[in-house]
């Protein structure tokens, strides 16, 4: 399957701990996001690279959130510090430069 | 915030039925595009409309786009249990290098 994947699918910690996900993109793609899904509401932009260059990045995205994306392959999103607001999913979608987006299956947060 | 707004929030249908969905948004747009999340997954792209082009179809679905009222609607056709998921519209800048801003979505269930 060459589609997008992340890793891991779901993750417990508790408060205070750091997290970090993985998402390999679809290998052509240039482009890499990453978005914020709670329940009910659709997916709230992170930050996103085109390359290994981070181009932009949400006002959602507080300085315990970090993301690097090192060789413009697969990226890493960090999560320092975590809160219980930091609960929900987050999701990875790759592109060609202004094309449709392919989104990984996510990785389930949840903290206690 | 959110930019794009489907409506309805919900709509049940019967098997067989044809089921539209509609999306607003504020700003202009370079494209616009519509996916399906089912239940805890990744989204699923469906169809990108271009902001240049009215209507677009994929199989069953049928996307209209009107740029003057800012809308879009998405039909799908014939509708089948497995269509049951949540839809969202998705839309970028003019410049079609901003990321993504979905809405809340349409919870579609369909009923054999």
């Known amino acids: 399957d060459t589609g997008v994947s992340q890793d891991p699918r779901h993750k417990i910690t508790k408060r205070g701990q750091n997290v970090t996900f993985r998402c390999d993109p679809i290998?052509?793609?240039?482009?890499l996001y990453w978005y914020r899904q709670t329940l009910g509401q659709g997916p709230e932009f992170l930050t996103y690279?085109?390359?290994?260059?981070?181009?932009?990045k949400s006002r959602l995205l507080s300085d315990r959130f970090s993301a690097e994306r090192p060789k413009g392959s697969f990226s890493t999103l960090e999560i320092q510090r975590t809160e219980q607001g930091d609960s929900a999913m987050y999701l990875c979608?790759?592109?060609?430069?202004?094309?449709?987006?392919?989104f990984g299956p996510g990785t389930r947060l949840t903290v206690t | 915030s959110q930019q794009g707004e489907e409506d309805p929030q919900a709509l049940s249908i019967q098997e067989g039925e044809n089921a539209t969905m509609n999306c607003s948004y504020k700003?202009?747009?370079?494209?616009l595009q519509w996916y399906r999340q089912n239940s805890g997954r990744g989204l699923v792209h469906l169809i990108l409309?271009?902001?240049?082009?009215r209507e677009k179809h994929s199989g069953r679905l049928r996307v209209t786009l009107d740029t003057s009222k800012k809308s879009s609607s998405l039909l799908i056709t014939a509708s089948r249990a497995a269509d049951t998921a949540s839809y969202f519209c998705?839309?970028?800048?003019?410049?079609?290098?901003?990321?993504?801003?979905f809405g809340k979505g349409t919870r579609l269930s369909v009923i054999a």
């Open positions: 409309i271009r902001s240049n082009e």
């Open positions: 290998s052509e793609h240039n482009r």
């Open positions: 998705a839309t970028d800048g003019v410049s079609g290098n901003t990321p993504l801003v």
């Open positions: 979608a790759s592109s060609l430069i202004q094309r449709e987006q392919y």
């Open positions: 690279f085109q390359n290994e260059a981070q181009l932009e």
């Open positions: 700003t202009s747009i370079n494209n």
